[in-house]
Nanobody, 120 residues
Framework: QVQLVESGGGSVQAGGSLRLSCAAS????????LGWFRQAPGKEREFVAR???????DYADSVKGRFTISRDNAKNTVYLQMNSLKPEDTAVYYC??????????????WGQGTQVTVSS
């Protein structure tokens, strides 16, 4: 079992930046692929950024060049640095972990979510 707790959400004006953090506990952190998803009001939850085993990272096209996912295995924490934020980035952001080192079986664990609001 893996427990995930997000922090760092808030309100910001368009063009601003936020950094989300996700602290993990439970099973060894370094063995899990980790990522970030988001869900805007009235929309389905969508992938934002994912790390895979071996260091591979992928991003949704809508955030490429603006968002950066990183992880600190010593601190059991994964981050999402969000720059050049747009109103359409407004959503609840969820930290997620796969059951193993890749995402082929989907998300196994979810955090509780943190709200990000971007005003124009």
């Amino acid at each position: 079992q893996v427990q995930l707790v997000e922090s760092g959400g808030g309100s910001v004006q368009a063009g601003g930046s936020l950094r989300l953090s996700c602290a993990a506990s439970g099973r060894p952190f370094s063995r899990h692929a980790l990522g970030w998803f988001r869900q805007a009001p009235g929309k389905e939850r969508e992938f934002v950024a994912r790390s895979w085993s071996g260091g591979y990272i992928d991003y949704a096209d809508s955030v490429k060049g603006r968002f950066t996912i990183s992880r600190d295995n010593a601190k059991n924490t994964v981050y999402l640095q969000m720059n050049s934020l747009k109103p359409e980035d407004t959503a609840v952001y969820y930290c997620a972990a796969a059951s193993g080192s890749n995402w082929y079986n989907g998300v196994a664990y979810w955090g509780q979510g943190t709200q990000v609001t971007v005003s124009s």
